[in-house]
């Protein structure tokens, strides 16, 4: 069975603070993971890693995978109250092209 | 361009009610799914389809079926609802290798 574990659960700091957000799985036949952002509504998608070692960035955001160690993090610097979200890790694998298993995901606050 | 629509938003039903849920995209998007997500979990799919008239199981089918008969078209039946099926249900296609778009929602609750 495929397994995704997202650590912290949550998460409070204050704004321009760094946050690293940890997603570690177990899924058969990997292929690639995917980093969402959920603010009450539909996800919304951030990153899609398939590679070892080759960070991507957009912003303040940026995202790594390490398929030996079968984990990604994600780091924001400078948090803004607008980062407040949860964040949801989704490697995919399977049978099935395109099949992703949702992590339960972390709570970030951001604080004024 | 709409992307991904879900009709209805918001719907109570009693147990043993029947309805269906309906996904739309106009992305011409091959692949389409259905997830719920309930308080303090991720999204757990229930079912997808890989194409027109294709349809398979997820890791929670029990008390759902689906059919695809458009392409741009996924429904979502509940046949007789129970109250462990409230929760928000949202629908997503994709176009692999490339990412899920998810449509807004829709938040369903069985009393």
């Known amino acids: 069975e495929d397994k995704v574990v997202q650590s912290p659960l949550s998460l409070v700091v204050h704004e321009g603070d760094t946050v690293t957000l940890n997603c570690s799985y177990e899924?058969?036949?990997?292929?690639?993971l995917l980093w969402y952002k959920q603010e009450k509504k539909a996800p919304t998608f951030l990153f899609m890693l398939?590679?070892?070692?080759i960070e991507k960035k957009s912003g303040r955001l940026s995202s790594i995978l390490d398929k030996k160690e079968l984990f990604s993090i994600l780091n924001i610097t400078a948090t803004q109250t607008g980062d407040s979200a949860v964040y949801l890790c989704?490697?995919?694998?399977?049978?099935?092209?395109?099949?992703?298993?949702f992590g339960q995901g972390t709570i970030l606050t951001v604080h004024p | 361009n709409a992307g991904v629509t879900q009709t209805p938003k918001f719907r109570v039903l009693k147990t043993g009610q029947s309805m269906t849920l309906l996904c739309a995209q106009d992305?011409?998007?091959?692949?389409m799914y259905w997830y719920r997500q309930d308080p303090g979990m991720g999204l757990r799919l229930i079912h997808y389809s890989v194409g027109e008239g294709t349809t398979a199981k997820g890791e929670v089918p029990d008390g759902y079926n689906v059919s695809r008969l458009k392409k741009q078209n996924f429904l979502l039946g509940l046949e007789s609802a129970a109250p462990s099926q409230t929760s928000v249900y949202f629908c997503?296609?994709?176009?692999?290798?490339?990412?899920?778009?998810f449509g807004p929602g829709t938040r369903l609750t069985v009393t």
């Open positions: 899924v058969t036949n990997f292929r690639s």
């Open positions: 989704a490697p995919g694998g399977g049978t099935s092209y395109g099949k992703l298993t």
């Open positions: 992305m011409n998007h091959e692949y």
């Open positions: 997503a296609s994709s176009y692999p290798p490339s990412e899920q778009y």
């Open positions: 398939t590679s070892s070692g």
